[in-house]
């Protein structure tokens, strides 16, 4: 269940018997790793509570579109777009009549309505609903405009009836939408490589420079280019994060190091991300001996001289160049010059002020400029999720290329 592992799903749970069983799916999502939202229609909270969910999940959940105190209620638009899968579990027979004709008076259909994510929809309803000539149409519409559904199962219904419309068990749920997260494969064939963290610049035997940089959202992108079918190489500066499984690992600590395993690693590849935050200086001597304190010293000065530019050392025509710029002012302004200096074909903006956004959180809000002079806003996102940005750019850029 790897591939659900810092993945956004959307649950919707709808009003059936079998809503109590939506909590243990949110439970083994949560288990998987996975960032789960929860939505409960009108008729879900008549057979569950929203305490149960947001106690599993660690989140809130959304129960009324209107609600005007709900974070993710006012941005259901925003849900969907951050989701990477959309689940609905239970589905009745009314949402999935309401989902086939694209009626939206929940936020569970406005949510599906929105989103471009996979959806998954595993029925629970009586036989006899489930067998009727309406349900089996509106399935099959769905069906052909690429709804996923799994189950229902076949056994003892709560109507006293035996026969299909059991909510499949959790396992075949998790199954379903671990396939739908990493069923896209439309970067096969593609090598990128990608940087991470904060470079490390040995002042001595003990004592380095370094910054604040997680290696969240290098390995985050690393990911989303894996789980898409690249062939990753990811260039990691010293994080406290496991190593991403499937990729290709460069264990580097300085500047100087990193820039070795760039050029080494982009030899061939299509793309280069330099996510990590790449000291711009470093100690101009090292200290072969740990630094003494001296008495009646109160001051050090330490001299520094300039790291190279990775990218702009990196060597290969062909590649396409991403950098990131974290800036602490003049965001637009600042992220320009170094999209110019440094030759990108786009350079992605965050502003590290933000306490959602930049350094050491799961989050990123960020602004693409590209060199043609576009610019895209994204909305606050899971670091995978702008990594799916960043690739689909990647993607394009290599198609025109290829024409
Ligand atoms: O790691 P996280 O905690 O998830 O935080 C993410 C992040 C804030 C570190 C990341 O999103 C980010 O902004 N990384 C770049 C930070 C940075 O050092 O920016 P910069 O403005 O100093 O450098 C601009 C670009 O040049 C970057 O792509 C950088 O990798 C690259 N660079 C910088 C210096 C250098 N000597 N060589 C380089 O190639």
Redesign the pocket.
């Known amino acids: 269940m790897s591939s659900l592992k810092g993945r956004s799903v959307v649950l919707g749970v709808t009003g059936s018997i079998a809503s109590y069983k939506a909590a243990d799916i949110a439970s083994k999502l949560n288990q998987a790793g996975a960032l789960v939202d929860v939505i409960l229609t009108p008729a879900a909270q008549e057979f569950v509570s929203s305490l149960t969910f947001r106690s599993l999940t660690h989140r809130p959940v959304v129960t009324d579109m209107l609600d005007a105190d709900s974070e993710l209620a006012v941005e259901h638009v925003a849900l969907a777009e951050r989701a990477d899968v959309v689940l609905i579990a239970p589905a009745t027979a009314n949402t999935i009549a309401k989902l086939a004709y694209g009626f939206v008076d929940d936020a569970i259909t406005a949510t599906v309505l929105a989103t471009t994510a996979p959806v998954v929809i595993a029925p629970a309803m009586d036989a006899k609903m489930y067998q009727s000539a309406v349900t089996n149409e509106n399935i099959k519409r769905l069906e052909d405009r690429g709804y996923l559904f799994v189950g229902p199962g076949v056994g003892n219904l709560a109507s006293g009836l035996t026969g299909p419309g059991r909510l499949v068990d959790t396992a075949d749920i998790l199954n379903a939408i671990s396939d739908s997260v990493s069923s896209t494969k439309d970067l096969e064939g593609l090598r990128i490589v990608v940087?991470?963290?904060?470079?490390e610049e040995a002042i001595d035997p003990v004592r380095h420079i370094t910054?604040?940089?997680?290696?969240?959202?290098?390995?985050?992108i690393a990911q989303a280019a894996r789980d898409r079918g690249a062939e990753v190489t990811l260039i990691s500066a010293p994080?406290a994060l496991a190593p991403v499984d499937g990729v290709n690992m460069v264990n580097v600590t300085s500047?100087r190091t990193?820039?070795d395993a760039?050029q080494d690693a982009c030899e061939g590849a299509d793309a280069l991300?330099?996510?990590?935050?790449?000291?711009?200086w470093e100690p101009a001597e090292f200290a072969q001996q740990k630094m003494k304190k001296v008495k009646g010293q109160d001051r050090l000065v330490l001299e520094l001289k300039?790291?190279?530019?990775?990218?702009?050392?990196?060597r290969n025509e062909a590649l396409i160049k991403?950098?990131?710029?974290?800036?602490s002012e003049d965001l637009i302004a600042?992220?320009t010059d170094?999209l110019q200096n440094?030759n990108?074909d786009f350079?992605?903006?965050?502003d590290?002020t933000a306490s959602d956004?930049?350094?050491?959180?799961d989050t990123?809000r960020?602004v693409i400029l590209d060199k043609s002079g576009g610019r895209e806003d994204l909305p606050l996102l899971l670091?995978e999720k702008?990594g799916d940005h960043i690739l689909d750019r990647i993607k394009l850029i290599k198609a025109e290329a290829n024409k």
Not at 273 to 280: C, I, S
Not at 357 to 361: E, I, L, R, S
């Open positions: 940087s991470a963290g904060g470079t910054n604040r940089s997680s290696g969240k959202q290098g390995y985050g994080t500047a990193m820039l760039v991300v330099m996510a990590a935050a790449v000291a711009d300039k790291t190279p530019d990775i990218l702009f050392e990196v991403v950098g990131f710029a974290a800036e600042n992220a170094k440094k990108l350079i992605v903006a965050n590290i956004a930049g350094f050491n959180v990123n960020v670091k702008v």
